[in-house]
């Protein structure tokens, strides 16, 4: 039991921090659209513990084992826009939301964009890699 506190604690700041850091690149990636150079990426606070709760795909992907890439895709993809739409509206309810995506026709709910969708898809994909027992240390 206890170790397994410490194996979710330790996935949680694993893709906490991967969270931020794609966050970054990708938002990085929107100055270069707009071609401002100094390709400058933002994130916020907030999105530590939201990146961070991809932590529990890794029971997920347990139980996925054997499936196709496209099934385990798609459920990440899923399980992120549910996290997604549920961390925007109570953020919302509180001013606090970071993110805003009313100019997109794609919303819903001003907090997922479904045209993200091949971005959570691969996302999902890149934290399985990440959370996988084989990647994990071995306690001694």
Do not use: H
């Not at 694993?14 to 933002?42: H, N, P, Q, V, Y």
């Not at 026709?105 to 890699?129: H, K, S, Y």
Request: with cysteine.
């Amino acid at each position: 039991m206890k170790q397994s506190l410490i194996n979710f604690a330790k996935n949680f700041l694993k893709c906490g921090l991967a969270g931020w850091c794609l966050e970054i690149l990708f938002t990085s990636m929107d100055s270069l659209r707009r071609r401002d150079m100094t390709l400058k990426g933002r994130t916020s606070l907030w999105m530590f513990p939201i990146y961070g709760s991809a932590a529990i795909l890794s029971p997920v992907s347990r139980l996925l084992r054997g499936k196709s890439a496209v099934t385990r895709g798609l459920t990440y993809m899923s399980l992120i826009f549910s996290v997604e739409y549920l961390t925007g509206r109570l953020l919302s309810k509180r001013s606090s939301c970071p993110w805003d995506y009313r100019r997109s026709r794609w919303n819903i709910g001003r907090v997922i964009r479904l045209d993200f969708a091949p971005w959570w898809f691969c996302v999902g994909l890149l934290f399985e890699q990440l959370l996988s027992p084989d990647r994990q240390e071995n306690p001694v």
